[in-house]
């Protein structure tokens, strides 16, 4: 199966930047999208982007679009989700999961806790 390691959170102010990184292993040519997800105290975990291993297409979150942006390095197996201009609420415990075709992901990393003071 697909292993999947978040990193890259902190705490930082409003209106900072941070990268987050999700490194796969395992049999990864079966992985047909990497999604990133987050989930705030007290709140369901909530889409947030999504990119396709092969084509590199991309969705967001109407809540993130124009301040983050996901990529991909095929040949280190990672997908990226660089975060500009945070804002409080997007404090939260951010995921990265892959799918390996359809709406269900089926991998979960363990998370990467992402704090944004105001």
């Known amino acids: 199966q697909v292993q999947l390691v978040e990193s890259g959170g902190g705490l930082v102010q409003a209106g900072d930047s941070l990268r987050l990184s999700c490194a796969a292993s395992?049999?990864?040519?079966?992985?047909?999208?990497v999604g990133w997800f987050r989930q705030a105290p007290g709140k369901e975990r909530s889409f947030v982007a999504r990119?396709?291993?092969?084509?590199?297409?991309?969705d967001y979150a109407d809540s993130v679009k124009g301040r983050f942006t996901i990529s991909k390095d095929n040949a280190k197996k990672t997908v990226y989700l660089q975060m500009n201009s945070l804002k409080p609420e997007d404090t939260a415990v951010y995921y990265c999961?892959?799918?390996?075709?359809?709406?269900?992901?089926?991998?979960w990393g363990q998370g990467t806790q992402v704090t944004v003071s105001s």
């Open positions: 990119i396709t291993w092969i084509g590199g297409s991309t």
């Open positions: 999961a892959a799918s390996l075709g359809g709406p269900r992901y089926d991998f």
């Open positions: 395992g049999p990864t040519f079966s992985t047909y999208a």
